[in-house]
């Protein structure tokens, strides 16, 4: 038995902060929020180039060949860092979709372009009832004449407007059972009828759409998997990109932790450095306690995702309620103890409490994933 | 990463579970509470026995060396065997301060003599040991002890009294923590004494806790000649050589409690299926299903947090100020375990043993009791919330 990471992986999150640090700084998070895009080439080429678009996926279509307890360590640093851009919606939405259920033609085609940083795709999954289970999913696809038409609407659709495609969960079928009759269409993001329009949300730094479909119409060659059985490569592809989401709000967690010590042992009130004090002292105690569990499920997880175990969504879901809850709190703390300062827009502190309330709202929140946890244990 | 375990370990497993299967006394789950993880008095004969049995058995001091009666095994193997102790639902260890906390302290500071005179007898249950740290004016501020002990020739003379020690009235050795130098800095002046229950002098007087029992007591020493030979580790080092006590005393809380939460967590689950609220049962209320799913979540972290401590020890460093924060995790959880099982028990938690009314027999009303010991015993969550700040964190003493 060993839950630890590897020297290899060690060595991977050495890299990865460095990489960060010169790269990705405060500044460059702030240039980033200010502008639609959310990224730039350089960047992109960069992230590229170092190998991580393509580290969970397959060597033969460009991909590293790693799992995904090495996308933890990788994620958790770019949490740390509170990194921009579209790096989860492309290489953990779109491109895992394809990968999971796309033919050998969307593979060969899309999966080693996202490696390469050459294409992105967006997952257009949530809508407007902001429902995370099968029964909301009410965009529909017609079939007539070997095509379908697509119509409806999307919402919460991450970096859909930077996509050159978007894999788009629409239903095919109506039945009893809302998990049949859903099936993923992949759709050029200049599709005619297809609108992408970016939304103004709390956390700049990721980037967020409404895609509406207006009689959008798709080969069949665009459907992703098969038809109507769309719902089950869907989850595992969120429950995987779950993985990596939880690993990076670890990272920013431990990101504010590490912050809001610091300023404690070097401020001062009442002639003491406020971290003397237990009402500071033992608040990050409280802190550290949440970080270091959020990091046990999210590694367990990650773990359980790689060895396919059937635990893995039970996992995730214990990983994924814990974490939102833990990075909510521990965000709100940092703030506190950081007093005045911890208010201000010149701080960084409220880019991770910004990114804590996107991320507890991304794939569903604590109360969600509690309740997919009393199902899957059978209460 | 990998969680699974080797073939061998594996074997260990299935060794244990069958032993477990033809040896548990059946006669246990009827006679004292089984989610119960604190000795009860009324069972301390059986539960002599049944260490005893366990010892010969070879599933007590796994890690323990070979030469004293251990296996010389992993933690891996220790965790096993605790597991499926815990699924078992076997009666707890009565020695368990011996077994948790004297022994790894022998091992770590005792000389051969001291070695082979104590560790092998802890194992099998011959010898009970008790913790003398805590004094009326000494609790959390430990180094504070005024327990004296006053050189005479080959002995040591010790007067003063200890207070909360557990199981003291069926003890026969005591950890004794007293004052040997009061000119040196608290901390300093300590020394750690392997202390004969048995000597002239030493006076138990057992005290009643909240929960009716009385498993703690006591102990006034007076005029207690100890020779010079059971000093643990140098005179004046009882400081050093406490703290290690209360690593193992952490770590083992670490091991064998978080594999009991999961069994009680069990038990409260099946308590929420059976109890009824407006007429369904209290696991079909959302509300109900959110706080037992977050329990679930929550002795599933412990676990996990616990399997990378483990980790850490497999490669060769100690057990850390980390383990304050699995104690406190434990505490927590538990407690709010058994605040939960009241919550479900509805006005039914008011009925103790004796009424036909009372729930699994009032067993759950016991343990939601003696939970609130747990945030005090072993040093206080006040104080694991210090040796967190400081020690992991590095903030400033208070
Ligand atoms: C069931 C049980 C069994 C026990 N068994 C044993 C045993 O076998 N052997 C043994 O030696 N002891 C034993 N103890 C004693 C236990 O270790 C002490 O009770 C504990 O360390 C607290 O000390 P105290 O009772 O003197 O409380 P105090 O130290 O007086 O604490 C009172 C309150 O003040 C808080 N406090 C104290 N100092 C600080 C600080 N610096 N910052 C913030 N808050 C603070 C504490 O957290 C607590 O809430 C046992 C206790 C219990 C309840």
Redesign the interface.
């Given at each position: 038995m060993n839950f630890g990471f590897s020297e290899e992986q060690e060595l991977l999150r050495a890299t990865a902060r460095k990489f960060f640090e010169n790269e990705c700084t405060s500044t460059f998070v702030r240039d980033r929020m200010a502008e639609p895009a959310g990224v730039t080439d350089d960047f992109w080429t960069k992230l590229a180039e170092q190998g991580w678009l393509g580290l969970v996926y397959p060597e033969e279509y460009g991909g590293t060949g790693l799992g995904f307890v090495d996308l933890t360590v990788l994620m958790e640093e770019m949490g740390r860092a509170s990194m921009p851009g579209p790096f989860f919606s492309t290489v953990l939405l779109g491109g895992l979709a394809v990968l999971e259920a796309g033919s050998a033609a969307q593979k060969k085609e899309w999966v080693a372009k996202v490696a390469a940083g050459q294409a992105k795709i967006a997952l257009a999954w949530t809508e407007p009832n902001a429902r995370w289970d099968a029964a909301g999913v009410t965009v529909t696809a017609r079939e007539a004449g070997g095509a379908f038409t697509l119509s409806g609407t999307k919402l919460f659709v991450l970096d859909a407007h930077l996509a050159d495609a978007i894999v788009v969960v629409a239903r095919t079928r109506e039945s009893a059972r809302p998990e049949e009759g859903i099936t993923m269409f992949l759709v050029p993001r200049n599709a005619s009828g297809l609108d992408v329009k970016l939304l103004p949300t709390m956390d700049q730094t990721r980037k967020q759409c409404e895609v509406t479909c207006k009689d959008v119409r798709v080969p069949a060659d665009a459907i992703v998997g098969s038809k109507d059985s769309g719902w089950a490569p869907l989850q595992r592809v969120i429950d995987r990109a779950t993985v990596g989401l939880a690993a990076e709000m670890c990272g920013g967690a431990q990101r504010v932790l590490d912050m809001t010590t610091e300023y404690a042992k070097i401020r001062v009130a009442f002639g003491r450095p406020i971290g003397a004090y237990q009402g500071v002292k033992h608040r990050a105690a409280d802190m550290l306690v949440e970080v270091e569990n959020a990091k046990s499920l999210t590694y367990y997880a990650a773990w359980a995702v790689d060895e396919n175990s059937p635990e893995a969504p039970l996992a995730v879901s214990m990983a994924k309620a814990y974490v939102s809850d833990a990075f909510r709190r521990i965000a709100g703390a940092g703030i506190q103890l950081h007093g005045g300062i911890g208010f201000t827009w010149e701080h960084d502190l409220h880019l991770y409490f910004k990114r804590a309330k996107n991320s507890e709202f991304t794939f569903g929140d604590a109360t969600y994933h509690r309740e997919r946890v009393a199902q899957l244990i059978q209460l | 990463?990998?969680?699974?375990?080797t073939s061998e370990?594996e074997a260990l497993r299935a060794e244990v579970r069958a032993w477990l299967q033809a040896n548990m006394p059946r006669e246990w789950t009827r006679r004292v509470m089984a989610s119960s993880d604190v000795p009860r008095p009324e069972a301390y004969d059986f539960l002599r026995t049944w260490q005893r049995q366990m010892y010969e058995a070879g599933w007590i001091g796994l890690t323990w060396p070979r030469e004293y009666g251990g296996r010389g095994l992993s933690f891996?193997e220790e965790?096993v065997v605790h597991q499926e102790i815990a699924l078992a639902k076997a009666p707890p260890i009565l020695n368990i301060l011996g077994v948790g906390m004297a022994g790894p302290t022998i091992i770590a500071y005792g000389t051969d003599e001291q070695k082979r005179r104590y560790v092998s007898k802890i194992l099998s249950c011959e010898e009970i040991w008790c913790q003398g740290y805590s004094e009326p004016n000494s609790g959390s501020d430990l180094a504070s002890l005024q327990t004296r002990a006053v050189k005479d020739g080959e002995y040591w003379v010790i007067n003063g009294q200890k207070v909360w020690t557990s199981l003291a009235h069926v003890a026969d050795f005591m950890m004794l923590l007293a004052r040997t130098d009061p000119n040196a800095p608290k901390h300093k002046g300590i020394t750690y004494f392997l202390l004969d229950m048995r000597l002239p002098g030493v006076t138990v007087k057992p005290l009643r806790q909240l929960t009716g029992d009385a498993e703690f007591n006591e102990v006034f020493l007076d005029n207690v000649r100890v020779h010079g030979s059971q000093v643990l580790g140098g005179v004046d080092n009882g400081w050093a050589v406490g703290l290690t006590t209360l690593m193992y005393e952490r770590l083992a809380l670490g091991f064998g409690l978080q594999v009991r939460l999961r069994i009680t967590l069990d038990g409260l689950?099946e308590l929420?299926r059976k109890m009824e609220k407006n007429g369904r049962a209290l696991?079909h209320d959302?509300v109900m299903?959110?706080k037992?799913?977050?329990l679930?979540?929550?002795t599933?972290?412990?676990k996990?947090?616990g399997?990378?401590g483990?980790?850490?020890l497999?490669?060769g460093q100690m057990p850390g100020p980390?383990a304050s924060?699995g104690k406190?995790?434990w505490v927590d959880t538990h407690q709010r375990i058994q605040e939960l099982a009241m919550e479900i028990e509805g006005p039914y938690a008011q009925l103790t043993p004796g009424s036909d009314w009372a729930v699994d027999g009032g067993m759950w009303q016991y343990t939601f009791l003696r939970s609130r010991a747990n945030s005090i015993e072993g040093g206080t969550t006040?104080i694991?919330?210090?040796i967190?700040?400081?020690r992991?964190?590095?903030?400033?003493?208070?």
């Open positions: - | 990463m990998d969680l699974s375990l370990q891996v965790l689950v929420a696991t959302p299903r959110q037992l799913a977050q679930w979540i929550d599933e972290a412990l996990y947090t399997a990378r483990i980790t850490k497999l490669r980390e924060a406190m995790i006040e694991q919330k210090n967190i700040g400081e992991v964190l590095g903030l400033p003493k208070d």
